[in-house]
C-alpha cells in the first residue's frame, strides 16, 4: 500500500502481562515483524514491563510506548509516573487521553492539555486519543464532539509538535465490542479530524499529522481500514496481546 503517511500501529496492552509473559510477546513479535519496514510498530505494555521489554527490543524494529503520564515533571504526587521517568526506558510514544482514562479517570480535555504539553517538553510523542460515545454519534454530535476535543487537547501545541503528534480516532462504541467502525464511517471521521486541523493548524501540518483507527481492530478487517486515504494505521487493544494476532494486523497493513 503507498501512502503519503508512514504507517503506524500500536499496541495498547492495558492492564495486561505479568513481566514475563510480556517478554514471551515481544519474542515473539521480533520474530513474527522482523522483515516489515512499511510501519513504524508500537508496543505500549503496563509501566511494569517498561524496563524489560525496553531492553528486549533493542536492536528491533519495534518502538516502545506508555499507556499514560503525569502532566507534573516531579513533585508529590504519589502513584504518579512522569515523562521524564518513561525516557529512561527509552519509551518514545505516550497514548494520551484513552476513552477509558477519560471515563474511569476523569480525564479532561485541559487536563490531558497539560500531558500533551509535558510529553512534547521531553520529546516524548503522544497518541493522542478522541471519538463520541455511541449516544453522542446517534444523536448526530460526532463532529462536534471530535471538535471540542481537539481544540481542548491540542491547545497552545505549537506546529512543529503538532506534526509528531499521532492522533488515535477510537469510537467509544468500538472499543472492546467486537464492532468495528466500517471503513466509511472510519474514513468519513479521519477526513473530519484532518480538516479540524487544518483550521486549528494549517494544510501542511493536516496533510502530515498521521491518524490511527482504533477500535477492535483485528487482522480480518486491518486491510480494508487501512487502504482508506486517511488512516494512517490503527491503535489495537484486544488483538495486540498475542503475537500472531497483532503481527497479522502488521503485515495485513502493508
Ligand atoms: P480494542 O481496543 O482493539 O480491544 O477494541 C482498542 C483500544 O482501546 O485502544
Redesign the pocket.
Known amino acids: 500500500m503507498d501512502k503519503e503517511r508512514k504507517l503506524i500501529i500500536a499496541g ?1 496492552w ?1 492492564m495486561n502481562k505479568t513481566v514475563a509473559e510480556a517478554l514471551d510477546l515481544v519474542s515473539g513479535l521480533k520474530r513474527e515483524c522482523k522483515d516489515v519496514k512499511e510501519v513504524d510498530i508500537v508496543v505500549c505494555p503496563p509501566f511494569t514491563a517498561l524496563g524489560e521489554v525496553s531492553k528486549a527490543i533493542l536492536d528491533s524494529n519495534i518502538r516502545l510506548g506508555a499507556q499514560n503520564m503525569s502532566e507534573h515533571n516531579y513533585g508529590a504526587f504519589t502513584g504518579e509516573i512522569a515523562a521524564g521517568m518513561l525516557k529512561e526506558f527509552s519509551v518514545r510514544f505516550v497514548i494520551l487521553g ?3 482514562r477519560r471515563q474511569y479517570q476523569k480525564e479532561s480535555d485541559a487536563l490531558i492539555n497539560k500531558k500533551l504539553l509535558a510529553a512534547h517538553g521531553a520529546s516524548l510523542k503522544p497518541i493522542l ?1 478522541i471519538g463520541e460515545t455511541l449516544a453522542e454519534r446517534e444523536a448526530g454530535q460526532m463532529e462536534k464532539i471530535l471538535a471540542t476535543q481537539l481544540r481542548g487537547c491540542l491547545s497552545g501545541l505549537p506546529r512543529q509538535q503538532m506534526e509528531e503528534t499521532v492522533i ?1 480516532y ?1 469510537p467509544v462504541w ?4 467486537g464492532q468495528t467502525a466500517s471503513t466509511q464511517q472510519a474514513q468519513d471521521a479521519h477526513l473530519y479530524i484532518r480538516a479540524v486541523v487544518a483550521k486549528l493548524f494549517d494544510d501542511t501540518v493536516a496533510r502530515r499529522v498521521r491518524i490511527q483507527y ?4 483485528k487482522s480480518a478487517n486491518a486491510r480494508d481500514l487501512m487502504s482508506q486515504p486517511d488512516v494512517d494505521g490503527a ?6 496481546l498475542e503475537d500472531r494476532s497483532f503481527a497479522d494486523i502488521v503485515k495485513n497493513s502493508i
Not at 174 to 177: E, H, L, S, V
Not at 214 to 217: D, W
Open positions: 495498547n492495558k484513552h476513552s477509558e486519543c488515535a477510537e468500538a472499543i472492546g465490542t482504533g477500535g477492535s481492530v491503535l489495537v487493544g484486544g488483538a495486540s
